[in-house]
């Protein structure tokens, strides 16, 4: 399964996304059928350690623990 994501820097970031981060970044966001909310914080990315296959488990977590479904658009 392909989840379509998209990357800001913290100047270009849209202001929806600006206020789900709350001003702490680095974040993932999700974009959820009741508006954007933090997903990851920094420190939940840091402990990914650079792992792909371990930020994948921490965004289904997450996304388990908001219940949220991830879906492709």
Same mark, same amino acid.
């Given at each position: ?31 959820? &059928?009741?508006?954007?909310?933090? +997903?990851?914080? /920094?420190? !939940?990315?840091? =402990?990914? &350690?650079?792992?792909?296959?371990? +930020?994948?488990? /921490?965004? !289904?977590?997450? =996304? ?10």
């Amino acid at each position: 399964m392909s989840i379509p994501f998209d990357t800001y820097h913290r100047d270009d970031q849209p202001q929806v996304v600006r206020d789900a981060a709350g001003g702490r970044l680095p974040v993932i966001v999700a974009e959820t &059928g009741r508006g954007y909310l933090p +997903l990851l914080s /920094a420190e !939940e990315l840091t =402990a990914c &350690g650079g792992s792909v296959d371990r +930020l994948v488990d /921490a965004i !289904e977590d997450a =996304a388990s623990r908001f219940r949220l479904t991830l879906t492709v658009r």
